[in-house]
């Protein structure tokens, strides 16, 4: 799976879609809170992939997944 930045941390997800607008992230559950940790000033992630900014993304929804052990995070463009 590829690797990308999420606020300057590595992570690499169990799946990860791309579209236009939207990113869909299937991340372990014990990294969620590394991974998207609670921000007092903001709800944005900058998201960088292959030494690109893909710029800020905001959660819209996180549901389990039908992976055991994981959450799908479905981000939107801000």
């Known amino acids: 799976m590829d690797t990308l930045f999420i606020d300057a941390k590595s992570v690499t997800p169990h799946s990860l879609r791309i579209y236009e607008e939207l990113?869909?992230?299937?991340?372990?559950?014990?990294?969620?809170?590394?991974?998207?940790?609670?921000?007092?000033n903001t709800l944005s992630y900058a998201f960088e992939k292959d030494g690109l900014s893909l710029g800020y993304y905001k959660i819209l929804s996180a549901k389990v997944s039908v992976t055991e052990g994981f959450i799908l995070f479905k981000l939107h463009k801000q």
């Open 23 to 40: 990113i869909d992230i299937e991340l372990p559950l014990n990294a969620t809170e590394t991974v998207f940790p609670k921000k007092p």
